[in-house]
Structure formats: structure tokens, C-alpha cells
């Protein structure tokens, strides 16, 4: 079977779907399936990658936007012929004349659309739904992005997968095993307005005065809007010395941050899953995190939860866990069992499962020889 595979997230700085998508590359190329299948990866950059895969790569011309890939990619599909294109980033050709797999993480620009800028939330909406409801498959992360897919999207619950995110990295210790240093308050992730970044930082000014030399450290790039600022918030709360704002961190030292934090905090009120708790679970770090209902299914017992981003309730959960090895032990002894329900290797065997089914089942409509997962 030829896959090919909307690559564009590989090329250049790879967060969120660019992580994704190479996890599964490394999980199939791991995996007795991957002699089955050749693969193509389109991008409009070159893509960099050692996977030992019957893989080519083509770069098209263009900047990777839609046009690129309503037009410019819709076209290379139609003269290479593959037997299915695997999506994964919300997105696909809507002309697209091969059956298509599109990996669609969450909704929040249908839930909420007061988060986003009018034409970015406008073109999500509208590209979104209608590759959504042409794929002959759609893949998604948690069973409450499934439902959140079914209402705002109008897609058939029996063209829909679910296929959780997997885990990696090197393993932890735990936190008693950590440096002496000042203790750690770590977020990892995009920052967007619904993870209640700016009450963090306020959190960890309350928290500060109660745990000597607590600091936090924000790694993720700024994607807010309206925009916010969290370095600005620390300098207006005498804590700017505290607070470290960093847009991108490699592999190696993302693994570090987290093995020196003494507290993931992560305060989202909407995701699709939230894999960056879990990494830091893996790391020893217990987490905090606001209580949904995808933070109840991802993460089960082995979370502090709070029930709204108020800065004083966070601030006490923050010192809480700093200080009393009573309250993060409970926690971090539910860990294991939490984290492995995640696997990439599950992950990569499912989503390639997908892939195959997808190729041989009716065209989207139909509904027929689709079973869902």
C-alpha cells in the first residue's frame, strides 16, 4: 500500500502535530507492519528524519498554507495516485480524489470561537468541518473530542477513531532524587488564552511567599489572543526574577525541565487531551491541573485537580505539593497505572490499522465497513 502523508509540521521547529506525526514515523518504523506499506511525506521544506521506512520525500513549492494544500498538494496527490493520504493536522484537500485519514485533535475553534482571531477561527471552521465530513476516516485523541466531533462538526460517530497519544522520553526518578535547588514550577505548552497563563504566574506570586526561591519556567511559544503576556504580569507582580518565558526548547532540554520541576501546573479549560501533564507524571512531577472532563479521562487519579484558575486556590495547591511529600505521594502512586494506558507503539499500530481499513472501506457516506474504536 502507498501512504502519503501531509508532512508539513515536520518541516522546521516540530511542537504539537510536528511531534505527533514523528512519533508515529519512529513507532512504524520500529514495527514489522512498516516492510506492508511505502510512504511518501509531502512538506513545502525539507523534512529531516532517519526512519527506516520504505519512504520517500517530496518538497512542493509553496509557503505550506491552504492554498499549498488545496491546490498545490491536491495536485501532486492526483499524479502520484496513492492508495490513501493520512492528515494529521485538522486539514486535508477538499478535492482530494484518494481516500483521506484526517487526525483531528480537538474543536476549540468550533467550541469556543471567541478564542480566535475572526478570519483564523472562520477558516478552521469552515476547512475543518468539510475535510471532516469528506474523509473516509477521522481520527481523534480522547473520547470527549469523539462527542465534541459528532455534535460541532456533524461528522458520523461511525467514521470516527479514537487512538490516544502515546508517551516517551527517558524515564524519571523520583522527586526526592532531585537537585537541592530552588523548586521548580513548570508549564509546558502552546500559551493560549484558555490555559489561564497570566493566573499562574499571579499563583506563583502568592505561592513565592510561602516556598523560598520558588520559580516558574513557561516553555512554549506565545500564541494568545487577545494577546497576553506572562513576563510583563510576573514584572508587574515584583516577581520578574522569578519567571523564566521560554518559546521553544529542544527535546533534550524539555526531559531536564521536567525532571527538575517539583510542580507541573497546567490550567486548561479546553483541550483534546493535554499530553504534557502526563510527560511530566512520567518525570516524577506531580501535576496540577483544572478539572474537565478530558483532564478525568486522560488523567484519573494520579492529578491534583482545581476547580477553577483562581490564582490564591492554585497558589495553595502549588505549596501544598512543594512542600508535603504526604500530598504528592498519593499522586505520583497512581502514576504508573495512568500512564500505561499510553503507548506509542499502541498509538502508531492503531493509527496504521486506521490507515489500512480506510483505504479498502466505501467512500465516506456510506458508512459501510467502518467500525468504530
Wanted: proline share 7%.
Amino acid at each position: 500500500m502507498h501512504v502519503a502523508i501531509d508532512a508539513r509540521e515536520l518541516a522546521g521547529r516540530r511542537t504539537g502535530v510536528g511531534r505527533y506525526l514523528e512519533r508515529l514515523l519512529v513507532a512504524w518504523g520500529r514495527a514489522a507492519a512498516r516492510t506492508r506499506h511505502r510512504f511518501t511525506v509531502y512538506s513545502h521544506a525539507a523534512v529531516e528524519g532517519d526512519w527506516p521506512l520504505d519512504l520517500s520525500r517530496v518538497v512542493l513549492p509553496g509557503a505550506g498554507g491552504t492554498r499549498w494544500e488545496q491546490a498545490t498538494l491536491a495536485a501532486a496527490l492526483r499524479r502520484a495516485r496513492p492508495d490513501v493520504l493520512f492528515a494529521p493536522a485538522y486539514t486535508a484537500p477538499l478535492l482530494c480524489r484518494v481516500p483521506v485519514v484526517l487526525t483531528v485533535h480537538d474543536v476549540s475553534f468550533a467550541a469556543h470561537p471567541e478564542w480566535f482571531r475572526w478570519r483564523e477561527g472562520w477558516r478552521r471552521r469552515l476547512l475543518t468541518r468539510a475535510a471532516a465530513r469528506r474523509a473516509r476516516m477521522v481520527l481523534t485523541v480522547s473520547e470527549f473530542s469523539r462527542q465534541e466531533i459528532v455534535e460541532r462538526l456533524g461528522v458520523s460517530p461511525n467514521r470516527i477513531r479514537v487512538i490516544r497519544h502515546g508517551l516517551d522520553g527517558p524515564g524519571g526518578g523520583a522527586p526526592a532524587e532531585r537537585g537541592a535547588g530552588p523548586p521548580l514550577v513548570l508549564f509546558v505548552g502552546s500559551v493560549l488564552n484558555r490555559r489561564h497563563v497570566p493566573e499562574l504566574v499571579e499563583a506563583v506570586a502568592i505561592a513565592a511567599s510561602h516556598v523560598p526561591g520558588l520559580r516558574l519556567v513557561i516553555a512554549g511559544d506565545n500564541r494568545s489572543w487577545p494577546r497576553q503576556d506572562p513576563a510583563a504580569v510576573a514584572a508587574a507582580l515584583g516577581v520578574g526574577d522569578r519567571v523564566e518565558v521560554r518559546a521553544f526548547v529542544s527535546d533534550e532540554e524539555l526531559w531536564g525541565l521536567y525532571a527538575s520541576a517539583a510542580v507541573f501546573v497546567f490550567l486548561s479549560e479546553y483541550e483534546g487531551f493535554g499530553l504534557t501533564p502526563l510527560e511530566a507524571l512520567a518525570r516524577g512531577a506531580p501535576a496540577v491541573v483544572l478539572d474537565t472532563p478530558v483532564a478525568r479521562e486522560v488523567y484519573g487519579r494520579a492529578v491534583r485537580y482545581v476547580a477553577r484558575p483562581d490564582p490564591a486556590t492554585v497558589a495553595e495547591a502549588i505549596v501544598e505539593l512543594v512542600t508535603s511529600r504526604e500530598a504528592r505521594q498519593p499522586l505520583l502512586d497512581e502514576a504508573s497505572a495512568v500512564l500505561s494506558r499510553y503507548r506509542w507503539e499502541d498509538a502508531a499500530a492503531a493509527t496504521l490499522e486506521a490507515i489500512e481499513a480506510a483505504a479498502l472501506a466505501p467512500p465516506a457516506g456510506s458508512d459501510g465497513g467502518l467500525t468504530p474504536v
